[in-house]
T-cell receptor, first 114, second 113 residues
Framework: EAQVTQNPRYLITVTGKKLTVTCSQNMNHEYMSWYRQDPGLGLRQIYY???????DKGDVPEGYKVSRKEKRNFPLILESPSPNQTSLYFC?????????????FGPGTRLTVT | GENVEQHPSTLSVQEGDSAVIKCTYS??????FPWYKQELGKRPQLIIDIRSNVGEKKDQRIAVTLNKTAKHFSLHITETQPEDSAVYFCAASKGNQGGKLIFGQGTELSVKP
């Protein structure tokens, strides 16, 4: 089954404790992206990757890191989480070529930083 | 950079009525405009999209219109049903950026039986 998976689905952590949220897709998509969703603000892009070893900042990259060592995986790293990073996070992937391609979203990760 | 404004933020309609959600974008180079539906506790899913070379697109009860001159596009849902209740997001993209989307703030649609 074609899908985007994220782990963990729920995470409660404390300020400053490094964490990683994994994202994996099995559709051989070139383009992958991370979004955070906050009430009233919609979906804001954190980082995106056009292909292996190619990553770039989105609209709200501060406090986050990513890597793209393999085509299928695109982990999101919070080196020193803070309470303002409490949010719902979505990973997404798409073919990445041509004009207008559907983004497939993962199930989401709800992160709480205390 | 691109900015997408979406209105209204909440919309309540009676079952069977029509619902319209409007979005404006700032970057005239944007050429791809998808709409995503997010049911409570679920992930966003694409419901319809339109490209800049088309003015209108319809798929059963949903339709999208695009006015490139005014830089706005709208989602129209006719004969609404309770299962249409969800948050709807518009987005804009320049297709040559391989799928980078800028989303609107979302509209929470409630369809009352």
């Amino acid at each position: 089954e074609a899908q985007v998976t994220q782990n963990p689905r729920y995470l409660i952590t404390v300020t400053g404790k490094k964490l990683t949220v994994t994202c994996s897709q099995n559709m051989n998509h070139e383009y992958m992206s991370w979004y955070r969703q906050d009430p009233g603000l919609g979906l804001r892009q954190i980082y995106y990757s056009m292909n292996v070893e190619v990553t770039d900042k989105g609209d709200v990259p501060e406090g986050y890191k990513v890597s793209r060592k393999e085509k299928r995986n695109f982990p999101l790293i919070l080196e020193s989480p803070s309470p303002n990073q409490t949010s719902l996070y979505f990973c997404a992937s798409s073919l990445g070529r041509g004009m207008g391609v559907e983004q497939y979203f993962g199930p989401g990760t709800r992160l709480t930083v205390t | 950079g691109e900015n997408v404004e979406q209105h209204p933020s909440t919309l309540s309609v009676q079952e069977g009525d029509s619902a319209v959600i409007k979005c404006t974008y700032s970057d005239s180079a944007s050429n791809y405009f998808p709409w995503y539906k997010q049911e409570l506790g679920k992930r966003p899913q694409l419901i319809i999209d339109i490209r800049s070379n088309v003015g209108e697109k319809k798929d059963q009860r949903i339709a999208v219109t695009l006015n490139k001159t005014a830089k706005h596009f709208s989602l129209h849902i006719t004969e609404t049903q309770p299962e249409d209740s969800a948050v709807y997001f518009c987005a804009a993209s320049k297709g040559n950026q391989g799928g980078k989307l800028i989303f609107g703030q979302g509209t929470e649609l409630s369809v009352k039986p």
